[in-house]
Nanobody, 128 residues
Framework: QVQLLESGGGLVQDGGSLRVSCAVSGGTFNSLTVGWFRQAPGKEREFVAAIRSRSSGSRIYYSDSVKGRFTISRDNAKNMVYLQMSSLKPEDTAVYYC???????????????????WGQGTQVTVSS
């Protein structure tokens, strides 16, 4: 059973930076696609970024709302995935979730239902 544990959330000012981390255990990390999703109060869960498995070339995808500001990366030696967030805006305030799955096709990367495993989330708050 794959388990995900997020960390690194917190309070940051508008324009600031923050890195959230996802520790992955219990599975074959190199075969997993890992994504970040977020959910703000009263809003639907939203895709943020994803990084494909090592065997798929670790290709990276971002939502338009964070492209150029956020960077996803993975450390295959440590079974970790990171989301470096820069130029943060108040509208980035949300609970950020790490998700993972195997065999996710490209067209489903943006869909939360394609990911079998989820973390508990970490709160990111950007103050104006």
């Amino acid at each position: 059973q794959v388990q995900l544990l997020e960390s690194g959330g917190g309070l940051v000012q508008d324009g600031g930076s923050l890195r959230v981390s996802c520790a992955v255990s219990g599975g074959t990390f190199n075969s997993l696609t890992v994504g970040w999703f977020r959910q703000a109060p009263g809003k639907e869960r939203e895709f943020v970024a994803a990084i494909r498995s090592r065997s798929s070339g670790s290709r990276i995808y971002y939502s338009d709302s964070v492209k150029g500001r956020f960077t996803i990366s993975r450390d295959n030696a440590k079974n970790m995935v990171y989301l470096q967030m820069s130029s943060l805006k108040p509208e980035d305030t949300a609970v950020y979730y790490c998700a993972a799955g195997q065999g996710i096709i490209l067209s489903s990367l943006w869909t939360g239902g394609a990911y079998a495993y989820w973390g508990q989330g970490t709160q990111v708050t950007v103050s104006s």
